[in-house]
């Protein structure tokens, strides 16, 4: 499996499209996510209700990946996400890191976002 253009599609057909309901085909149903002190399991529809709750604030958003990694089931990415959050073009950037199995987001690893570009 090509990492690289499975997220990239993951990106455009759940972010770019505004579409929650697309994550049913990337993401497993569990998927462990590893954030800052804590890891959560989170249901297929957990996952889409917590991409809906940020599609729902953010208008046009704009993923794009500074330096990407993919290796074995593992894709690492450095990405800038840019969008209008009330009425105010806003910048994140940070971390992720997937491991896919068997077609789908199984786990992640997230980095905080940090406000702005990378630098």
């Known amino acids: 499996m090509d990492l690289h253009a499975f ?3 993951y990106t455009d057909d759940v ?9 049913a085909r990337f993401i497993a149903d569990p998927c462990l996510r590893h954030e ?3 890891r959560v399991v989170m249901s297929l529809d957990e996952n ?9 604030q953010a208008g046009d958003v704009r993923f794009e990946y500074a330096a990407t990694v993919a290796e074995g089931e593992l894709y690492a990415a450095a ?3 840019s969008f209008e959050l009330n009425g105010k073009e806003t910048t994140r950037s940070g971390i992720e890191i997937f491991r ?4 789908k ?6 980095s905080a976002a ?4 990378w630098g």
């Open 7 to 9: 997220i990239q599609e």
């Open 15 to 23: 972010y770019h499209r505004h579409d929650p309901e697309a994550a």
């Open 36 to 38: 800052h002190g804590h």
């Open 48 to 56: 889409k209700a917590r991409i809906s709750s940020f599609l729902d």
């Open 79 to 81: 990405y800038e996400v």
């Open 100 to 103: 896919v199995r068997d077609g």
């Open 105 to 110: 987001i199984v786990e992640t690893w997230n």
């Open 114 to 117: 940090g406000e702005g570009p």
